[in-house]
């Protein structure tokens, strides 16, 4: 049941189309939790249709990059973005409106306190709005291997799952800051 749960929670986070598919780092322990290569989501989906918020930073030898959205099984709505992260502040630039989000940001232990079958809780804030994610320890994406796994288990997801195009630096000088929803 732990793998259908990671399959389902890295595909919708990727935003691929099945359902079945944040700083505050305590330390830099290993067993910390952390907000980047960790597959986040609000909750479960109830059925195919069930529109949930999903959330992937992903930091690939210092390339950083991810997605959030809003998706079903059926519907993908997906904002790709470059981001980083200086202790409990989170920014997030967003290419397509060359906006920039500056977000709180806390990652922390939260078995018993998030539903099952949770571990971790995230929560993301600006002044008009808290949204919390929430992931499990095996819901990790690191490092090729952990990609090539979720490929070959499921060769659909291969193309979505490929790393973007090197891209020229983003000057955060060049966005507009905006303190607007992140997640619709």
């Known amino acids: 049941m732990t793998r259908n749960l990671a399959t389902l929670a890295a595909v919708g986070a990727i935003a691929v189309g099945s359902y079945k598919l944040g700083t505050a780092v305590f330390g830099e322990a290993a067993s910390a939790p952390r907000l980047h290569n960790q597959v986040w989501i609000e909750r479960l989906p109830t059925d195919d249709r069930d529109m949930i918020h999903h959330l992937v930073l992903v930091d690939d030898e210092g390339e950083r990059f991810g997605a959030f959205g809003k998706s079903s099984q059926w519907r993908h709505f997906v904002e ?92 955060a000088a060049e966005f507009i800051a905006v303190d607007e929803p992140f997640a619709d």
């Open 80 to 171: 790709l973005f470059r981001w980083a992260r200086e202790d409990a502040r989170l920014t997030l630039l967003l290419p397509q409106e060359r906006k920039r989000l500056d977000l709180g940001v806390k990652v922390w232990e939260c078995a018993g306190e998030a539903p099952a079958p949770f571990q971790l809780c995230l929560e993301l804030s600006n002044k008009r709005q808290t949204m919390r994610y929430y992931s499990r320890h095996d819901w990790s994406l690191d490092g090729a291997d952990s990609l090539a796994a979720l490929k070959t288990e499921h060769p659909e997801l291969a193309q979505a799952l490929e790393l973007p195009a090197p891209s020229p630096v983003l000057d």
